[in-house]
């Protein structure tokens, strides 16, 4: 990543004095950018939301009214984030909702705060790579406006991820509200999905079909180990695999095509 410019403001439903005025001060460009250095990620420079003559409250602020969003937020990621300078605050909600003191000195305008609904645009001024993500040929269809960032991380909450957040199998319950079939149960279960879902999809996009991080054997191989016998034969989870790993992927029709769980087999197979 590397640093960037103030980018459009949010893209989400405003008021169209306000984007007038939004497009007036993106004109007047540097001067009014809000720049924030974060301790975490140190190469990179991140932009907030801008909302013309506003400056940053800080998230203590946000809490006489936002109450229980405020205090849920202290676990988050987010919570983190510092504005620059000497009177540096800590500016957490106003990453993604641009500074907000006007909004609360109006006891709570909403056409002087940002909302960034559904939009993504928001969240990619700071993740540059995760747009990178979203632009491979398969991904989930964020772009397309089919599901958003927040179906699958809690802005307000956490670390972010939607579905629990300390039990490694818990993680998969946000896929599951989308994704039935993979949850079983199974009569017959991969132990590879108590390591999650991303053990071997990538959530946001790939390069291969189905999400996948690896498209062949080598994906499966990353957990099971692969012996090598005399005379050249390959054997794998004890069973001899030489002339089964030239006929395509471990996943193949015939193979462990069941490779979420089985309900009939237990080498993982319809
Ligand atoms: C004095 C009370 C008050 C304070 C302080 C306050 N807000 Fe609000 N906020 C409101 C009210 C009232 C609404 C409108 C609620 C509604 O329409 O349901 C609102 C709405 C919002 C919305 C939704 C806007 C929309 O278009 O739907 C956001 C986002 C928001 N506030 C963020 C913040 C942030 C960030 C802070 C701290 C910088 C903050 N608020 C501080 C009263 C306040
Ligand atoms: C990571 C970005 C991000 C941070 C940080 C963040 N929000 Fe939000 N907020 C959002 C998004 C996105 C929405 C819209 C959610 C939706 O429509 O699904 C939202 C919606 C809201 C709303 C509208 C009502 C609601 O619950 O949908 C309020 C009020 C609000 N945020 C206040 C806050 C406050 C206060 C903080 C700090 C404690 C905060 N936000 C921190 C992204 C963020
Ligand atoms: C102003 C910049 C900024 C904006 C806007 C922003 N983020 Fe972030 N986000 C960060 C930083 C900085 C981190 C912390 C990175 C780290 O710790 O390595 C982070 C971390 C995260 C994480 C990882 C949390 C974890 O604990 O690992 C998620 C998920 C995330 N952001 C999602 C979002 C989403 C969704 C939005 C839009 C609704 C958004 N972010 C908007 C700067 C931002
Ligand atoms: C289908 C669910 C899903 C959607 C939609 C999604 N994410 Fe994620 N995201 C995840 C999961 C799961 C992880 C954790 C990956 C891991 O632990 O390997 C993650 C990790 C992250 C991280 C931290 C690691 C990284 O890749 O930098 C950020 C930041 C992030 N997401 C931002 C976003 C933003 C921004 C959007 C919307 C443009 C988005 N995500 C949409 C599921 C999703
Ligand atoms: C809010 C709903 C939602 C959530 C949550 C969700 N997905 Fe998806 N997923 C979708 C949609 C919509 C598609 C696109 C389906 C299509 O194009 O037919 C998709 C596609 C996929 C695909 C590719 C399927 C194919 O046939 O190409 C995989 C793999 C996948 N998701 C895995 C996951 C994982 C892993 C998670 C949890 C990190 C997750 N999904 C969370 C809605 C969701
Ligand atoms: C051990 C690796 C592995 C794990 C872990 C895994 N998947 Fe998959 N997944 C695959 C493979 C391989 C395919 C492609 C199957 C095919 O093309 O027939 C796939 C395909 C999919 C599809 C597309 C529909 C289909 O069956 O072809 C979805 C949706 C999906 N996975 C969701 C999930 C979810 C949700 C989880 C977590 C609960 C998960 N996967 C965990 C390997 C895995
Ligand atoms: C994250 C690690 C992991 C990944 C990746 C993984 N597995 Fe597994 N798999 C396991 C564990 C753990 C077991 C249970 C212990 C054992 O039998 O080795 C298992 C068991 C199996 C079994 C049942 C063995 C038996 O006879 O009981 C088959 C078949 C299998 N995996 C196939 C696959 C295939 C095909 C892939 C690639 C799509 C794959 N695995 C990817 C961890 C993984």
């Given at each position: ?9 949010a893209s ?130 964020v ?7 927040t ?34 149960p ?39 180990f ?7 034969q390959?054997f794998?989870g ?10 395509g ?17 237990s080498?993982?197979?319809?």
């Amino acid at each position: 990543m590397k640093p960037t410019l103030p980018g459009p403001p949010a893209s989400g439903p405003q008021p169209a004095n306000l984007r007038r005025r939004l497009a007036f001060v993106a004109f007047g460009l540097s001067l009014a950018a809000f720049l924030l250095a974060c301790t975490t990620l140190t190469r990179t420079v991140m932009v907030t939301p801008t909302i013309p003559g506003a400056s940053f409250a800080g998230s203590s602020a946000c809490a006489e009214c936002h109450d229980d969003l405020v205090r849920n937020f202290a676990t988050a990621s987010h919570a983190r984030l510092q504005a620059r300078g000497p009177n540096a605050i800590e500016i957490g909600c106003e990453s993604c909702h641009g500074p907000g003191d006007l909004h609360v000195q109006s006891g709570g305008d909403t056409t002087l705060i940002v909302n960034p609904h559904k939009s993504p645009e928001v969240c990619f001024a700071c993740h540059l790579d995760v747009r990178g993500s979203f632009s491979l040929p398969h991904r989930h269809p964020v772009p397309e406006g089919h599901l958003t960032c927040t179906d699958c991380h809690d802005p307000h909450h956490g670390t972010g991820l939607r579905g629990g957040h300390t039990a490694l199998l818990s993680q998969n319950e946000g896929c599951f509200e989308c994704h039935a079939a993979q949850r079983g149960p199974h009569v017959f279960e991969h132990e590879a999905l108590r390591e999650g879902c991303t053990a071997c999809h990538h959530p946001h996009g790939s390069v291969n079909a189905k999400l996948l991080t690896q498209r062949n054997a080598t994906l499966c191989l990353q957990c099971h180990f692969q012996q090598q016998a005399p005379g050249g034969q390959v054997f794998i989870g004890g069973f001899n695999h030489t002339t089964f790993l030239q006929r395509g992927t471990c996943w193949n029709a015939g193979c462990h095509e069941a490779v979420h769980g089985s309900q009939v087999n237990s080498s993982l197979r319809f």
